[in-house]
T-cell receptor, first 114, second 112 residues
Framework: EAAVTQSPRSKVAVTGGKVTLSCHQT?????MYWYRQDTGHGLRLIHY???????EKGDIPDGYKASRPSQENFSLILELASLSQTAVYFC?????????????FGHGTKLSVL | GEQVEQLPSILRVQEGSSASINCTYE??????FPWYKQEPGENPKLIID?????ERKQTQGLIVLLDKKAKRFSLHITDTQPGDSAMYFC???????????FGAGTRLAVCP
């Protein structure tokens, strides 16, 4: 089974503070993603990456930055956390667009911004 | 882009009966439709998927139907068990990049 590890598992942040969520995969997958889960909205794509040192905007990128320093690691950065960013964040990886689109999700990070 | 609508948002069924979840999509170029199951406190996991060159796929008590003309696909769980209680998400993939658009989810409760 493919392995995607997120840290921390939960975090409480203050409004205006900086938050960094980390994701590490040992699957040798090229593609990595950050999704946000809110009740009633399902999973929404924030940022994604298909190669190290490059990131792309997803459907809801405002207020978030991403960093892919290596194939294995993908971070999500909230420079100025806001109340509206309280959610569960999932990182995922996949082998590639032409071979297998299956997503392997991490266990999520529950972020509470107060 | 793509938009995926998923209904119902909540579904309660009796153990042993069938459960059906329906999704519609907008982009006729969408060609891959997976279903993910998320148990409480867990991450979503792929349970079944169907590609646009198929109309039906079945595996282990799960049936997926795809109607490309109507831009609709559905998940049918036969002989539901308490272990089927979870959140289910449909999704559609379109565009040149491997980007999935998810539905809002269906919370299924199987009652004994």
């Amino acid at each position: 089974e493919a392995a995607v590890t997120q840290s921390p598992r939960s975090k409480v942040a203050v409004t205006g503070g900086k938050v960094t969520l980390s994701c590490h995969q040992t699957n040798n997958h090229d593609y990595m993603y950050w999704y946000r889960q809110d009740t009633g909205h399902g999973l929404r794509l924030i940022h994604y990456s298909y190669v190290a040192d490059s990131t792309e905007k997803g459907d809801i990128p405002d207020g978030y930055k991403a960093s892919r320093p290596s194939q294995e690691n993908f971070s999500l950065i909230l420079e100025l956390a806001s109340l509206s960013q309280t959610a569960v964040y999932f990182c995922a990886s996949s082998p590639g667009q032409f071979s297998n689109e299956r997503l392997f999700f991490g266990h999520g990070t529950k972020l509470s911004v107060l | 882009g793509e938009q995926v609508e998923q209904l119902p948002s909540i579904l309660r069924v009796q153990e042993g009966s069938s459960a059906s979840i329906n999704c519609t999509y907008e982009n006729s170029a969408s060609n891959y439709f997976p279903w993910y199951k998320q148990e409480p406190g867990e991450n979503p996991k792929l349970i079944i998927d169907i590609r646009s060159n198929m109309e039906r796929k079945q595996t282990q008590g799960l049936i997926v139907l795809l109607d490309k003309k109507a831009k609709r696909f559905s998940l049918h769980i036969t002989d539901t068990q308490p272990g089927d209680s979870a959140m289910y998400f449909c999704a559609a993939l379109s565009g040149s990049f491997n980007k999935l658009t998810f539905g809002a989810g269906t919370r299924l409760a199987v009652c004994p």
